[in-house]
C-alpha cells in the first residue's frame, strides 16, 4: 500500500479520487480549504508552502504518488485566484515534492487539466506564457481589457500552461529518470460542484447546454476518478507526458485533425537536435 497526496481532496473529482484510493487501502493525505488532512489555501504562496511541507512531514519524505486536483472555475472577478491555485498550486508543489516522489522509485503523478485547453477560441499566448514563467500576475494584466471574457481566458489559460508544464517536464532526467510518471487528465463537462452552480444559473446554463458533447450528458466525478486511479497503477507504468482527453468527445468534435500531426520540415532541424541531445544525456 502506498501514500498518496491529493489536492482538492473535500469535492468533486479530488474527493472521489481520495476515496477510491482509501478503500484500495492506500494512506491519502488529502490538502484543501478544510476537512483535509492538511488545510491550506493554495492562492497564496504562504498556503503553498505550507502545504507542501506539511505533506512532506506526513509522509516522511516518500511518496508514491500524487493527484494535482485543486483548481477554480472560470468565475469573474477572481482571475488572480484562478491563475494563483490552477497552475501555481500545481506547479509548485510537485517541484516541492521531487525529491519525495523519486524516493519511491516509480511513483506517478496525475494532474487535472481540462479540455478548455483545445475548445476555449483565442486564448491569448501571453497569457501562458506569463504563466509558464510563474507570473501569475501579468497572466491576469494580460486579460484585463477582455471583461467577463477574462476569467475564462484565464482558466483556460491556466490549464494550457499546466498541461505544457507537465509535458515538458514529464520527460527530463528528474522526473522520467528518477522513475516518476507525471501525466495530465483533461476532463469535459463533469457533475462538480462547479458544474451545478453553472448550471443553477440563467445565463451560464445556456452556454453549458449548448455546447457540444458527442455522447450526450456530462461525466460524473467517480468515472474520472476511476481514471484517475488507473493512471496512479502500474499499468500507466510507460505512461509519461500524456495529456488523456475524457470529455465525451468535445475535444475530436471540434479538433478532429488537428492532433496527431507529422513534424512539418520546418522542424526539422530542432527535431534533429533533441534526437541527438537526448542520445548525448
Known sequence: ?????????????????????????????????????VTADLST?????????????????????????????????????????????AVELLRAWRAALAAAGEAKV??????????????????VRALLADDPDRAVRSVRLLGRAAAPMVYAGSKIALSHWVRRT????????????????????????LLERQLADASAAKAVRSFPVPVGGYGEPAQLADWVVFMLSDSANFLVGSVVFVD??????????????????????????????????
Open 45 to 89: 504562496p504562504e498556503g503553498r508552502r505550507a502545504a507542501a511541507g506539511e505533506v512532506l512531514h506526513a509522509a516522511g519524505g516518500r511518496l508514491d504518488g500524487a493527484v494535482l486536483a485543486a483548481g477554480l472555475g472560470p468565475v469573474p472577478g477572481r482571475e488572480s485566484t484562478i491563475a494563483q491555485v490552477n497552475y501555481l498550486g
Open 110 to 127: 496525475v494532474v487535472l487539466s481540462s479540455n478548455s485547453t483545445t475548445t476555449t477560441p483565442a486564448v491569448p499566448r501571453r497569457t
Open 170 to 193: 514529464a520527460v527530463l532526467p528528474d522526473w522520467a529518470g528518477s522513475g516518476i510518471r507525471l501525466n495530465a487528465l483533461a476532463p469535459g463537462a463533469i457533475r462538480t460542484p
Open 1 to 37: 500500500m502506498g501514500t498518496y497526496a491529493v489536492t482538492g481532496s473535500a469535492s468533486g473529482m479530488g474527493r472521489e479520487a481520495a476515496e477510491k484510493l482509501r478503500a484500495a487501502g492506500h494512506t491519502v493525505l488529502g490538502v484543501d480549504l478544510a476537512d483535509a488532512e
Open 248 to 281: 465525451g468527445g468535445s475535444d475530436a468534435y471540434f479538433r478532429a485533425d488537428a492532433w496527431p500531426r507529422p513534424v512539418p520540415f520546418r522542424g526539422l532541424v530542432r527535431y534533429l537536435w533533441r534526437m541527438r541531445s537526448f542520445g548525448a544525456r
